[in-house]
């Protein structure tokens, strides 16, 4: 196996299928299955998950609600993605724990760094929820940071998208595909892999990342068996 320890993002929309919100329970297990793959392959697997399907802060300041208050109602909106994913999992006899950045301890362990990387080492995936535990801040800032404390090989992001294009290829068909690209010319590009301050994150600790096409079963798979899939930023 090219990685040892992996952190996958995953979309809340990735969560919703065909559906217009919510969460699609055929979808949930197709991901459970593949990650169940990898897992048995002795792969050490962390995933952040984000509340897109259910809540964006963002969306809701956008509206006139208070932006703190709705990145919250976001955070939450991770958690319950956080235990739909667990329950999949689970269902596949995956043995997972589920940390929260924000206590919710009826439901999930508060998350600590050392409590986590253990989990990871007994074979157990540990998913990340409740983002940073702080408003402004993104899932996506949320799994690099995460990827950097429990010292992750790679971050694969999961995305309905086959990787990083010169622009959108659902809205330009001449858009061209990207194999690999340097941090420094996605953003002179202008290129959008995550938000700028999780980006950046990543450049400084110089945690590659990968965007693949989570949707295409054995992507996952291929990936972490070396094999070139989606888009590299290293």
């Keep these: 196996m090219t990685y040892k320890r992996i952190l996958l993002k995953l979309s809340g929309e990735a969560l919703m299928g065909n559906r217009q919100y919510g969460i699609d329970p055929l979808r949930l297990s197709e991901y ?36 703190v208050q709705g990145d919250h109602m976001g955070m939450l909106a991770t958690v319950i993605n956080g235990l739909a994913l667990q329950s999949a999992l689970e269902n596949e006899e995956v043995p997972t724990r589920l940390q ?31 983002g940073t535990g702080n408003p402004y801040f993104t899932t996506d800032s949320a799994a690099v940071l995460r990827a950097i404390e429990i010292e992750a090989d790679v971050i694969m992001k999961g995305t309905r998208v086959d990787g990083i294009y010169s622009a959108d290829p659902e809205k330009d068909a001449t858009a061209s595909k990207f194999d690999n690209i340097s941090f420094s ?7 959008k892999v995550m938000d700028t301050t999780a980006f950046t994150l990543s450049q400084e600790n110089e945690l590659p990342i990968i965007v693949f096409d989570m949707n295409k079963k054995g992507n996952l798979m291929k990936i972490v068996s070396g094999e070139q899939i989606g888009t590299t930023v290293s």
């Design 185 to 191: 010319d996605v953003l002179s590009k202008g290129l």
């Design 32 to 67: 459970a299955r593949d990650i169940k793959d990898i897992v048995n392959k002795g792969i050490e697997v962390a995933i952040v998950i984000g509340g897109g399907n259910i809540f964006r802060g963002v969306a809701g300041a956008s509206n006139g609600m208070d932006r």
């Design 100 to 130: 929260s950045a924000i206590k919710i301890n009826e439901v999930a362990e508060p998350f600590i760094r050392r409590k986590a990387m253990r989990h990871l080492e007994k074979g157990r995936v540990v998913i990340f929820g409740g």
